[in-house]
């Protein structure tokens, strides 16, 4: 039988007021390589079918819990491919769970789990399947992410001595939880969401992105969280200094009580001889600036760029692309790898897509920030 | 029967080494309305096989011709729904007229056609079949060109007094077109492009945001056409002052030998008490200048903006939508006209849809400015 | 006798109300070369007095007029070194023309005169006397305009293939020149400012900062004037096509009714190999774009800059200088060659200083574009 | 006898090589009411007359020392008004002192003494002579620093929340103090310095622009000082979080070593229902976020600014004012005070203008980053 010209993709989450699952379903399928094919995109039958209908699945595979999915896919000949999670976080992990024990991928939305612990238990699932499992860091996927994560691993700057990551949104600057604002409801729960607020919703991502990037890691943090707006349960705003394993030093700082700032993922690396300077609001740009010599603007998609960022183009310079297409290449990289993995090939993810080890880094960037600043000083990471 | 899913989108051009096939497949189905199942995707059978698999539809689909394609099509119970024209200039209107024949809604790239006299024969034919037809000028699926022309429809800048529109590209700076570089080499060749060069390409595209932006229409053209680079065959830059129905004045600038720029496409309105400022390289932020008051940007998604520019959103202000999307809004609203079409519904296109009265205005923009050209001096619309 | 160690300067005009009066003061002192000692500020002696006082200088030299200026000054002994014309326009030629027949060197505003034929007349004086003349075209005494010029001097770009230079301002949206605001109301007066609104106001401003910086000359116009503002008794708006002496084209554009533009200049010009982008309101950043790199950014006193650039800067990079300093540069320019003169050195203004020449070709830009406007078509320069 | 027409200034350092003496000069002359007569340049005689040349002063009155020049110009019927202090930050309080003993006000450049200790014994001199003392932290001159303070001072943006305040410059990424730069000789060593480096020489800056524009004050540190630069003896980087009295918090960040900075001076200021965001390399332009409408950019002298930022603008919006202009703000108020102290009027600095009580907390901020950095923790301001 030859292969199914598209990969088969299961969706949990994603249900009707949900942000990101449509997200998914763009980004997965944007390159032609993957179909949303089934989905428990609510607990509530009568909302995931509604759901399916709107993505326009057969009304069959639109299941009522993700455990009804696994169960009925396994029988299919047309079974899914991979499962995709796109549900509050205290579900990631027993999800993955079921996933990997029914032989089934998984490519997760971030954080991997809701807490460290689970997230080392996942750890050891996926190393016990071998199966592949990614996980989406969005900002991973931008060229120009691309670009400057290659430019540090050419030593381009010289070592490096100094970064400087900061995502701020202000969304959350008034208790919105309390107003019906389902995204606001489970991001503020600590059952539903795990006990990092702000730190674990964006600041997972600024840490991440920082260390994809640089190509170091955090060995230690002294953070300070804050939770501004009166009645919240979990912290709204962080700032972190940073160690990093080669010496150099650095500062996290991530809000969501930042009025007036929408989605401000803002990325600088400082080396010996120049730096970069990335943000997500104007991600087709790289600003790199040199001690001696002009300022410069890279282009997404220019043929001066690395072949790792040109490899996400998928159109010419000057054509923006933007965060779904970010998202895409996570998941057309992860395509590649499950195809070579159906076919029996070594099935390592690329190096430039986030998979499980990730994962459990940004779980512990949670853990240890708060344990930071319960101690109100410097922990190891 | 129920109806199907999704719409089936058959594509007539857009094979190997094709800018704009890719580009049209994945804004066609971004939004999981519409899906690609069948094309002609180049004139060797070879190559559209070739194609058709990388686009992974049935290789019975891919056809040698849009003859071929129309022909076996409609005797398909699963028959495409409408076609896709990506072919270079020189065809639209022969494909078009080939699908309207044969009952098929059509949406094409754009020029409309080849020539403005083409042009007219193709407005006839449409309104002789009744079928939607849909132009794909991509700006206007931008969110905030769809905010700016609900900003100038509902008056907010007084009456419009001014206007400056830019399409600057520099890729032609070289003559690419002996190279062998298949996009250079059909776009500098009369016979396939039709007679304006770099204001057919990019000028047509300047002409149309600017009118759709400003709800106002040329009246009357003074352009300065030029052939920079030795040996091409058609212009490369064009100056133009206009005159508007309004009596506002502006002008139009085009040039692909804009060394250095990408695809800087930039609109200004100017009213009596306030102008509009748009880039596409910064898509997502719309500048409004106030006579009497700060500056204002806009940003796309954010929920103060008019239902028109809201109504485009996907994702959250703050996580940037592109050109894909911008096209793939275009792609929507077709996709809607064409459901009620089906179902027998009225369906005229909506008004932030492009279709052949656009197209019309295109191909006499051309004709119009190669008029003037030729008698520097003025000529009326 | 030692030389006094400063050049004392006698300005014309300037008075109370006057904009351009207190930035000539500040200028032509910045550098700590030139004082103000004397003055006709104004027509009434009692205003001239009253402005006098404000600049802290001497009561017996604030003037009721320039002519009695001119008289008193001659016989001190401590007479002034220069004379400063900032006054509405048709009395730039009589104050000039009364100086140098005084032998007293002249530092003008611009434009140069009220009309070309009066340009004539001037060029022809300065030419009989053998003093120095200067011309103050501000923007050519920003640091990245010389940059810029440089740039274009040494070949960078390649041979310049196409020029945009605008010039945009609001600030005359409304007809305030009825409504007692002095700057507006000599503006728009043909008596007191001469045959060209807008076009003689900025215009002149970006016609010499475009021939400054490329060192190319117009040979051609085509341009298109309006008032927009009912009643208004000049222009307003103007578009123009240019030819150039190299065989290049361009467009200028300037306009007092953009509304919520401030003070726009901005200048572009394209070669073969690259392109430059200068705006008045982010004076301290060139940028540059390559056909084949990545974007530019220079810095207004970086070590990387060209001599010329490099000569104008007082501060370090990074902080900022601006319209005053712009202006100033120029100042000092002049009193260098001033006091070659006054030493009776050869006294060539230095070629970035503009002088009557370019006072002549400003006017007759002026004058070019009423004509072309008048036939609706081109006219040689 | 009447009042001179101008205050006289005498300087103490300011010689050759030095970087900020010409800066005050041309600063405390730009508007027109002070002039430098006297000075002590250098401590080598032979170099202060050669500045004094350069100055254009009477060659009598360049002196040797500071002692010397109090000495004689007291003795004088045109004695200097005040004196301004631009030496190495050791000088800062001898020169003072003996300025006050002498009866004569003083204007200092930042930080006011080299250590904290020696700021108290300032600030009881101060208060002991009764005279005008001044504070030249040139960032509180910028007009849009005056409109985001004023903003902050009507409760714009509700309560403030967070702030972020940086300084970052690159210059010092190499050991450039061993290779006879003197601008970063002096500065890398403690003797002449003080014991702050990156910290004293631009974290003051950052430090006070902060306190400046929010209206509150620092009442806790946690700052992590790092010396990149091998071999060197001060700090060159330093990132610090703040405790605000409102309760608010924030970081500080500042840097030498960042390559690729020039002068990047940011100040964030984030309150319940908008924010600030102000750069000094784009000084004309605040950016104001709101958390519910359009992000907004107020302009330089644009009449909707508030009383104090428009009490600053000498040329009308959009005619850039910079780094001089702000500094030579500071010395028009400081003018303003001196001449009601000479009249014998009430003469307090206005709040808008910086002075002792400035730097004496500027100097307990360093101490207290050296603190905090030594416990590795929290500190008390």
């Given at each position: 039988m030859p292969e199914p010209a598209k990969l088969r993709m299961g969706m949990v989450g994603g249900g009707p007021g949900a942000f990101i699952g449509p997200v998914h379903r763009i980004a997965a399928e944007l390159d032609?390589?993957?179909?949303?094919?089934?989905?428990?995109?609510?607990?509530?039958?009568?909302?995931?079918?509604?759901?399916?209908?709107?993505?326009?699945?057969?009304?069959?595979?639109?299941?009522?819990?993700?455990?009804?999915?696994?169960?009925?896919?396994?029988?299919?000949?047309?079974?899914?491919?991979?499962i995709v999670i796109a549900t509050p976080n205290h579900l990631h992990l027993p999800i993955a769970l079921a996933a990997l024990e029914a032989g089934i991928p998984v490519m997760s939305d971030k954080p991997a789990t809701a807490t460290y612990g689970e997230a080392l238990q996942l750890e050891s699932a996926v190393a016990a399947s071998g199966l592949p499992y990614g996980l989406t860091h969005t900002y991973a996927g931008y060229a120009m992410v691309r670009e400057?994560?290659?430019?540090?691993?050419?030593?381009?700057?010289?070592?490096?001595?100094?970064?400087?990551?900061?995502?701020?949104?202000?969304?959350?600057?008034?208790?919105?939880?309390?107003?019906?604002?389902?995204?606001?409801?489970?991001?503020?729960?600590?059952?539903?969401?795990g006990p990092g607020g702000a730190i674990g919703d964006i600041g997972t991502h600024a840490f991440h992105v920082l260390e994809y990037v640089s190509g170091l890691q955090v060995t230690a943090i002294n953070a300070a969280l804050r939770t501004v707006v009166p009645g919240r349960k979990l912290d709204d705003d962080c700032n972190a200094f940073l160690c990093l394993n080669n010496g150099a030093t650095g500062t996290l700082a991530c809000s969501q009580v930042a009025a007036g700032e929408i989605n401000e993922v803002r990325l600088?690396?400082?080396?010996?001889?120049?730096?970069?300077?990335?943000?997500?609001?104007?991600?087709?740009?790289?600003?790199?600036?040199?001690?001696?010599?002009?300022?410069e603007i890279r282009h997404a998609a220019a043929p001066y760029l690395s072949a790792d960022a040109l490899a996400t183009a998928r159109i010419?310079?000057?054509?923006?692309?933007?965060?779904?297409?970010?998202?895409?290449?996570?998941?057309?990289?992860?395509?590649?790898?499950?195809?070579?993995?159906?076919q029996g090939q070594a099935h390592p993810l690329p190096a430039t897509l986030p998979g499980i080890e990730a994962g459990v880094r940004g779980m512990r960037f949670i853990e240890r920030v708060i344990e930071s600043n319960r101690r109100q000083g410097w922990v190891e990471f």
């Amino acid at each position: 039988m030859p292969e199914p010209a598209k990969l088969r993709m299961g969706m949990v989450g994603g249900g009707p007021g949900a942000f990101i699952g449509p997200v998914h379903r763009i980004a997965a399928e944007l390159d032609g390589k993957i179909e949303l094919v089934a989905g428990a995109f609510s607990q509530s039958a009568e909302r995931s079918r509604a759901a399916g209908k709107s993505f326009g699945i057969d009304p069959a595979r639109a299941y009522a819990s993700y455990r009804e999915m696994i169960e009925a896919e396994r029988k299919r000949a047309d079974a899914i491919d991979f499962i995709v999670i796109a549900t509050p976080n205290h579900l990631h992990l027993p999800i993955a769970l079921a996933a990997l024990e029914a032989g089934i991928p998984v490519m997760s939305d971030k954080p991997a789990t809701a807490t460290y612990g689970e997230a080392l238990q996942l750890e050891s699932a996926v190393a016990a399947s071998g199966l592949p499992y990614g996980l989406t860091h969005t900002y991973a996927g931008y060229a120009m992410v691309r670009e400057a994560r290659a430019m540090c691993a050419a030593g381009k700057l010289g070592a490096i001595r100094k970064v400087a990551v900061e995502y701020f949104q202000g969304w959350l600057s008034r208790r919105l939880e309390t107003t019906g604002h389902k995204q606001a409801a489970w991001r503020s729960d600590p059952a539903l969401n795990g006990p990092g607020g702000a730190i674990g919703d964006i600041g997972t991502h600024a840490f991440h992105v920082l260390e994809y990037v640089s190509g170091l890691q955090v060995t230690a943090i002294n953070a300070a969280l804050r939770t501004v707006v009166p009645g919240r349960k979990l912290d709204d705003d962080c700032n972190a200094f940073l160690c990093l394993n080669n010496g150099a030093t650095g500062t996290l700082a991530c809000s969501q009580v930042a009025a007036g700032e929408i989605n401000e993922v803002r990325l600088r690396i400082y080396g010996e001889t120049g730096s970069l300077d990335w943000r997500q609001q104007d991600p087709t740009r790289l600003i790199v600036k040199w001690l001696d010599g002009p300022e410069e603007i890279r282009h997404a998609a220019a043929p001066y760029l690395s072949a790792d960022a040109l490899a996400t183009a998928r159109i010419p310079a000057g054509h923006p692309e933007g965060y779904l297409e970010a998202f895409a290449t996570l998941y057309r990289e992860f395509a590649a790898a499950l195809i070579a993995w159906k076919q029996g090939q070594a099935h390592p993810l690329p190096a430039t897509l986030p998979g499980i080890e990730a994962g459990v880094r940004g779980m512990r960037f949670i853990e240890r920030v708060i344990e930071s600043n319960r101690r109100q000083g410097w922990v190891e990471f």
